[in-house]
Structures are given as C-alpha cells and as structure tokens.
C-alpha cells in the first residue's frame, strides 16, 4: 500500500508540471516523507516470517539443534533400543517342563491301588543355539548402531547445506532491497530534477515504474528467504515454535587444499558405509551360525518320580511303594537331510562380500566425483576473488553520477545495475556452492571440521 501511495505521488508531480511552486513543494515533502515510510515498512516486513520474531543462529548452535531436535533421528534413536531388548530376549533359556500324572488301577473294583506320576523333562541343544542366538542379536544391534550414524552424518551434512542455503537467500534478499532503495533514491531525485527541466517525463516515469518492479522482486526474494528458514525449523523439530532462527556470518569461506590420494584413504578408514556393508558380512555369518546350530541335536533329558498305594488284591498284592526314573530322548534328525536352510545362508555371506566391494567402488566413486566438483568450484571462486565485484560496483557509481549531470542516459544506468546485481547474485551462489561442494567433499571422505 506504501509502495503505491509513493508512487502515484511521483505520477502526480510528473502529470502536472504547471502546479504552483508551493503546491509542488508539498508534494515532493510528502514524496519523501512516503518513501521513508515504505523503506521503513521493508525492514519490518523483513522481520516477520509468520512465526514470530527471528532469533540469530551460527552453524555449530544450530547443528546442535538438529542433533537434539530432529524428529526422524530421535525415532531412529529408538531401533538402538529395541535391538538392545532383542539382545537381552536372546539369552533367555529354554524351559523346563514339568508333568504331573494321576492312576487308578481300578482300586475300588480289583484292589490293585493307586499311583502318582511326577516329572522334569528338559531340552538340551548340543549346537550352542542360545550363543548363536546371542551372536546375532549382539551383530543386528552393532549394525542398528552403524546405521544410526550413518544416519547422523547424512543429517549433519544436510543441515550444513540448509543452513548455509539459508544464509544465501538472506543475502540474495538483501541485494534485492538495497536495489530498491537505489531505485526509489532515483525515483526522487528525476521527480526533483524534473520539475527542474533537468531531464525529459519519460526519464521520470521509468525510473517510478523501475521502483515499482523491483518491489515485487523485493517480495519474491523475502518469500524465498522464509521459506528456507522453515527448511531450517524442520530439521531442528521446531516448525511452528513461537520463534524461527536465522542464519548469521558470512559465506565467505577460506579456500584449502586437499590430496586425492588422502581423501580416498580418510574414506575407506572412516566411511560409516563401509562398516556397515562389513557388518552385514558379519552378521550373514552369524545367521550360518544359527542355522547350523539349529540343525544340530536335541536331546530330552527326563527325570521323575512314582508313587503307588498298596494293593490288597489277592491274586497281585503289593506294597506302597516309590520309583524313580531318569531317561534320554534323541530325535531322529531327517530334516538334517534337506541342505536348503544351511546353502541359502551360505550364498547369502557370498552375496554380502561382494555387496562389501561394491561399497567400497561406490564410496570411491563418490570421493572422486566430489574432489573434482570441488576443484571446479575452487577455480570459479578465484575468479570473484580478483576484483569483478569492485569493479562492477564502481562502473554502477560512475553511471549514477553521470546520469545526474546528464552525461548518460537511465538505461545505461539500469544496465549498469542489473550487471551489478547479476554479479553480487553470482557471488552469493558460487561461494554457497563452493560450500556445498567442500561440505559434499567432507561428507565423501567421512571428515567433518565444518564451523
């Protein structure tokens, strides 16, 4: 509403060029009065996000947000616990059973007694399937640990990216609004310079219509702003909280050096992808191991004891009397027979290691792909390094002050500004991306010293 109100006054001082000198100086007074109001208006729009105020944030506060608040990594905190409980369920023995029996002999009839049966029975496995069962609960939780980091470190990485994306579009926001107080400068200064006879209506109107689109290029780059600011609070668990973050510093970031042959070295010592393909080598091993050792004997082991009344009959009588027993069952083993168990789990440690080598390809790969990126990132970075920048604003400037005096026109001017812009917005993106690419870098080569 500003913007336009601002505008039509400038419309309004141009469309009557013979209003009094009084009249004009009323107007060109609220002009800018109007103005300071709209900039003023900018700033506070800037603040406003639609969850409350923004509160700063540096990259090492807010990954450790991330750490404590992201909700898929504090579910994945939970698989940690449930293999714990599996683990423990693992060492758990196998039951006793107890049997307990009644008999009548037809006492009533034949007087030949009663008797009470009672008994432990127990099964012992000869393949130790409770430590194989032990082994690979102990193995799926080391592996459910792994995967946690892994996890972790993709997560870390992730945010690094958003927030430093974050932070670029903080500042392509802001090239955007220092260009509109550039414009609406102008905009004043040919509403004055007009009315002076200095420069031609057309002149004025362009630059009033030149202030008025680069408003909505204001608004465009504060939504983008906003938005990467609710990719930040969604890492960190805390869209929708009472305040948002925002990132602060700069994008600028020393330039280093590194050695391929170090990188691949640090990624094959350090990659958490590459204990993990190891692990589930190792846990296809202890899955042979459970197979086997449920294949293995199973003995019953029986003990009790037997009681039985007197017996008055007078063709078999007998005395009360005990009996004990102790007794061993052995299955017949013929499902042994079938090997289709026992081969699946033996092709399935085959398929791991191989599974193990293509990891290490793919984390090389990865490495390789990243330093050449990086490398090409660096070499573009140097370019903004030697001065195109400077350059580029001190041509916008000697422009700006030609116009003034006259000695240029305002499109020559625009250009100059556009060439400007496009090259400061270069600058924000390629050291953004050169950030990336050295984050990617870090993330290939399983280091981290990002700060």
Not at 254 to 276: C, G, H, I, Y
């Amino acid at each position: 509403m500003l913007c336009l109100l601002s505008i039509t006054c400038l419309r309004e001082n141009i469309t009557n060029p013979r209003m009094k000198r009084s009249s004009l100086a009323s107007k060109m007074k609220k002009t800018i009065i109007i103005i300071a109001l709209m900039l003023a208006s900018n700033q506070v729009q800037a603040q406003d996000n639609g969850t409350g105020p923004e509160k700063p944030i540096g990259i090492n506060e807010y990954l450790a947000h991330v750490a404590k608040g992201n909700l898929s990594y504090l579910a994945g905190q939970y698989n940690l616990r449930i293999a714990d409980a599996a683990l423990n369920a693992a060492r758990v023995f196998n039951d006793p059973e107890i049997a307990v029996a009644y008999t009548d002999n037809q006492d009533k009839i034949l007087q030949m007694g009663r008797g009470l049966d009672a008994g432990v029975s127990y099964s012992l496995n000869l393949g130790n399937l409770r430590g194989a069962r032990i082994g690979l609960a102990k193995s799926e939780k080391e592996l459910t640990a792994l995967v946690l980091q892994v996890y972790f470190q993709n997560l870390r990485a992730e945010a690094a990216l958003v927030y430093y994306n974050a932070l670029k579009e903080k500042l392509l926001a802001d090239i955007q609004q220092d260009n509109l107080i550039r414009m609406l400068e102008l905009a004043k200064a040919d509403s004055i310079r007009y009315h002076a006879g200095m420069i031609m209506e057309v002149d004025a109107r362009q630059s009033a219509i030149e202030a008025r689109m680069q408003k909505n290029e204001v608004i465009r780059a504060e939504a983008t702003r906003r938005i990467s600011l609710i990719q930040m609070d969604l890492l960190r668990g805390s869209v929708g909280a009472d305040s948002a973050c925002f990132p602060v510093g700069s994008l600028e970031y020393t330039l280093r050096d590194f050695s391929f042959p170090w990188l691949v070295e640090k990624a094959m010592e350090n990659r958490l992808e590459l204990q993990e393909a190891r692990q589930n080598q190792v846990l296809s091993e202890k899955m042979v191991s459970l197979v086997k050792a449920s294949r293995a004997m199973e003995l019953g082991i029986e003990t009790g004891i037997s009681y039985s009344t007197i017996a008055t009959n007078e063709i078999a009588p007998s005395p009360s009397h005990y009996a004990f027993n102790l007794g061993v069952s052995i299955p017949l083993k013929f499902s042994s027979l079938n090997h289709g168990q026992l081969s699946a789990s033996h092709l399935a440690v085959r398929q791991q290691e191989i599974l193990y080598q293509e990891a290490r390809q793919i984390i090389l790969s990865e490495v390789t792909e990243a330093f050449i990126l990086y490398q090409s990132q660096k070499e573009q970075l140097d370019e903004f390094h030697s001065g195109l920048l400077k350059e580029a604003e001190i041509i916008l400037n000697n422009k700006i002050y030609s116009y003034k005096r006259g000695e240029t026109s305002l499109l020559d001017v625009l250009n100059a500004q556009r060439t400007y812009n496009e090259i400061r917005k270069s600058f924000y993106e390629t050291h953004y991306e050169y950030l990336a690419a050295l984050i990617n870098l870090e993330r290939a080569a399983g280091i981290w010293d990002i700060e």
